[in-house]
C-alpha cells in the first residue's frame, strides 16, 4: 500500500469493532476480498489487511518442535526464473517455511528455526539437487536423505525420450521412422495402463521389434518401477545393484549415464525402505498455489502470498482472496 493508503488504513482500523473485523472474516471465507468490500462498502486494501493481520496472527509462525519428516520443493512464481521454495510437513500436511528463491539461500530462515527450536528432523525428502542435498546434510546431518521416487523414474523417462528421438533421427527406413514417431507418448506409459482399444500394446511392440536398443531401454524402465516394491532394504540393494549391471552392459550411453547417477545417490534412494516418502504431497500444495497465482490480490502483496501459502491446509479459507 502507499502511505496514503496506510493512513487510511490505520485511521479505519480505529473505527471498525472487533465484531466487525470478525464479520468480514466470516464473509472472506466465502466471497472474494472485493466482494466483501463491495458488501460492506469499504476500501478492498482494509478488507485485505484484516485478513492479513489474522493469517499472520494465526499462521505466520509455523510450530516445528515436533517435526519429524518433511518433504522440500520449489516452485515457480512468475515464468522465467522466479522461484519459492516450499518445506511440508509430511505428518501434518502444513507448510512450515516459505523462502524466496531455490536452493540454499531460499532456506536459511528455516535453518534457523530449526536450530532455534531444537528441532529433531529424522528424514527428508527431496529431488537429487546438489544445492538441496548439500544445504540438507550441512544442516540436518543426523537427518535422513530420502530421493523422490517419482523423480528417479521422471528422470528415466526422460532418458528414454531423448533415445527414442535420437533413434528416430537416425533410422533412414520411413516405415520404421512412422513406427517409432508413433511411439513417444505410449514409452512413458507403464504397460498395465496401455489403452487396448486404442491398440496401444500391438503398436509399441511392433516399434520394439525393429529397433534393439529401444526395447532394451524400454524393458529396464518397466524394470526400474519394482525397485521399490522389494520387500527389505537389503533386496532392493540387491536388485538396485542387478539393474545397474544391466544398464552398463547395454551399450546404451543414456542408460549407462543413469546408472551412474543411480549408484552416485545410492544411500538417499535406499532410504526410503527406512522412511517411505516422497515429495508427492508437494504436488497437491502447488496445485493449490497455482490457484492462488491466478487470483489477482497474491503478486501486490508478497507477504500476504507467502501469508495463503502458510494457511493452505485450511483450504477453505486460503483460497479465497
Do not use: C
Request: without cysteine.
Amino acid at each position: 500500500m502507499s502511505r496514503q493508503e496506510h493512513i487510511h488504513y490505520a485511521e479505519s482500523k480505529k473505527t471498525y469493532t472487533n465484531s466487525f473485523r470478525r464479520y468480514a472474516l466470516e464473509l472472506s471465507r466465502i466471497g472474494t476480498i472485493q466482494d466483501v468490500a463491495n458488501h460492506l462498502q469499504i476500501s478492498w486494501d482494509v478488507v485485505k489487511e484484516i485478513q492479513k493481520e489474522y493469517l499472520e496472527a494465526h499462521y505466520g509462525k509455523p510450530d516445528i518442535k515436533n517435526v519429524q519428516r518433511i518433504a522440500i520443493d520449489e516452485f515457480a512464481v512468475k515464468k522465467g526464473h522466479n522461484y519459492m521454495t516450499v518445506v511440508l510437513d509430511l505428518d501434518t500436511g502444513i507448510v512450515i517455511h516459505v523462502g524466496d528463491g531455490k536452493g540454499v539461500e531460499a532456506l536459511t530462515g528455516f535453518w534457523q528455526r530449526v536450530k532455534h527450536n531444537h528441532t529433531k528432523i529424522e528424514a527428508v525428502a527431496i529431488d537429487m539437487s546438489p544445492s538441496y542435498i548439500a544445504a540438507v546434510m550441512e544442516n540436518l546431518p543426523e537427518a535422513k536423505l530420502v530421493f523422490d521416487h517419482f523423480h528417479i523414474v521422471k528422470m528415466l523417462n526422460d532418458e528414454l525420450s531423448e533415445l527414442r528421438r535420437e533413434l528416430f533421427t537416425q533410422e533412414t527406413n520411413l516405415h520404421k521412422k512412422i513406427l517409432l514417431k508413433g511411439t513417444r507418448w505410449l514409452l512413458l506409459k507403464n504397460s498395465e495402463n496401455l489403452d487396448a482399444d486404442k491398440n496401444e500394446e500391438k503398436r509399441l511392440q511392433a516399434a520394439l521389434e525393429i529397433n534393439k536398443p529401444l526395447a532394451t531401454a524400454y524393458y529396464l524402465k518397466e524394470d526400474l518401477g519394482l525397485l521399490w516394491e522389494q520387500e527389505t532394504r537389503s533386496d532392493a540393494e540387491k536388485f538396485l545393484n542387478q539393474w545397474v549391471e544391466k544398464a552398463r552392459a547395454s551399450k546404451i550411453f543414456r542408460l549407462q549415464k543413469f546408472a551412474g547417477t543411480l549408484m552416485a545417490h545410492k544411500f538417499g534412494i535406499l532410504n526410503w525402505f527406512d522412511f517411505p516418502i516422497s515429495t508427492g504431497p508437494l504436488e497437491g500444495i502447488n496445485n493449490k498455489i497455482k490457484v492462488l497465482k491466478r487470483q489477482a490480490y497474491g503478486f501486490r502483496d508478497h507477504q500476504f502470498f507467502k501469508l495463503k501459502i502458510y494457511a493452505l491446509h485450511e483450504t477453505t479459507y486460503a483460497l479465497v482472496g
